[in-house]
């Protein structure tokens, strides 16, 4: 048997045999206009779908409270890592700097998500800037690949007015404890022992938005507009990396994939 004849045999065994890692490209965006809002770092993870972000109508759950009031990602990224051993996650920034979401701002990133007959769901969660503990994230599970590995994209998720969350754990008062306000210390505020809770559902959700505008953010930003329930306020796409090979095959080709975080 020629070296080509072997060649081709092991590449058709690896073409045979299921290819379960993937690399997708995730992009977010923020579509406020300028003088409207902002978001923190996104937090992104792909696991086995029994990971529990947050239960909307329920005490928030740890690791989501720090992001909520304060964009800090680290405590659900450890939890994460705890309950989802076999699970990828990553905390996802655009480069420009605080407070890294600006409205018109978006960011892309090649996304390694392991074992994908495994880690076929996604969750998300980012801070809205200037708030006491407002912030978007999936309550419900977003199915991204089928039980055989499978892409089932491209995904888009639009995050509208409406599904902003109210964390529940600080009093709204944009002159309390905010985070990301000028002259204002981000770990004051007023303790509240609410549920999470879509933040249009609670009362005078709209007075305190309007609250807000005219407030300067901590990196020098004006708010000089807020949004609506049924304002488009950002997009999560998530499309299969362009120019990425299985891992399945590069591994059968002799070659190493590098998992990016």
């Given at each position: 048997?020629?070296?080509?004849?072997?060649?081709?045999?092991?590449?058709?065994?690896?073409?045979?045999?299921?290819?379960?890692?993937?690399?997708?490209?995730?992009?977010?965006?923020n579509l406020q206009e300028?003088?409207?809002?902002?978001?923190?770092?996104?937090?992104?993870?792909?696991?086995?779908?029994?990971f529990d972000v947050f239960d909307g109508g329920s005490p928030a759950a740890g690791g989501i409270t720090e992001i909520a009031e304060l964009g800090d990602t680290g405590p659900l990224s450890s939890r994460f890592a705890m309950e989802q051993p076999?699970?990828?996650?990553?905390?996802?920034?655009?480069?420009?700097?605080?407070?890294?979401?600006?409205?018109?701002?978006?960011?892309?990133m090649s996304f390694d998500v392991g074992d994908a007959s495994v880690n076929r769901y996604f969750n998300?969660?980012?801070?809205?800037?200037p708030t006491n503990d407002l912030?978007?994230?999936?309550?419900?599970?977003?199915?991204?690949?089928d039980d055989t590995g499978t892409f089932l994209g491209p995904i888009t998720i639009d995050i509208f007015g409406r599904n902003v969350y109210d964390n529940?754990?600080?009093?709204?008062?944009?002159?309390?404890?905010?985070?990301?306000?000028?002259?204002?210390?981000?770990?004051?505020g007023t303790d509240e022992f609410e549920d999470v809770l879509l933040f249009f559902s609670r009362p005078g959700a709209d007075d305190y938005l309007s609250s807000i505008i005219g407030t300067t953010t901590a990196p020098g930003d004006d708010i000089t507009r807020v949004f609506t329930e049924?304002?488009?306020?950002?997009?999560i796409t998530i499309v299969p990396a362009p120019g990425v090979a299985s891992v399945g095959l590069l591994a059968g080709l002799g070659l190493v994939a590098r998992r990016r975080r």
């Amino acid at each position: 048997m020629n070296r080509n004849t072997v060649l081709m045999l092991g590449l058709a065994a690896v073409t045979a045999a299921p290819a379960f890692a993937q690399t997708v490209q995730i992009r977010i965006e923020n579509l406020q206009e300028p003088g409207g809002m902002a978001f923190t770092p996104f937090w992104v993870g792909f696991h086995d779908g029994t990971f529990d972000v947050f239960d909307g109508g329920s005490p928030a759950a740890g690791g989501i409270t720090e992001i909520a009031e304060l964009g800090d990602t680290g405590p659900l990224s450890s939890r994460f890592a705890m309950e989802q051993p076999m699970g990828v996650d990553a905390t996802f920034a655009d480069p420009s700097g605080p407070p890294v979401f600006s409205p018109g701002e978006s960011a892309t990133m090649s996304f390694d998500v392991g074992d994908a007959s495994v880690n076929r769901y996604f969750n998300y969660a980012s801070m809205v800037v200037p708030t006491n503990d407002l912030f978007v994230g999936n309550d419900v599970r977003r199915e991204i690949f089928d039980d055989t590995g499978t892409f089932l994209g491209p995904i888009t998720i639009d995050i509208f007015g409406r599904n902003v969350y109210d964390n529940g754990t600080e009093v709204n008062d944009i002159t309390d404890g905010p985070a990301f306000v000028a002259g204002i210390d981000a770990t004051g505020g007023t303790d509240e022992f609410e549920d999470v809770l879509l933040f249009f559902s609670r009362p005078g959700a709209d007075d305190y938005l309007s609250s807000i505008i005219g407030t300067t953010t901590a990196p020098g930003d004006d708010i000089t507009r807020v949004f609506t329930e049924g304002d488009l306020i950002g997009r999560i796409t998530i499309v299969p990396a362009p120019g990425v090979a299985s891992v399945g095959l590069l591994a059968g080709l002799g070659l190493v994939a590098r998992r990016r975080r």
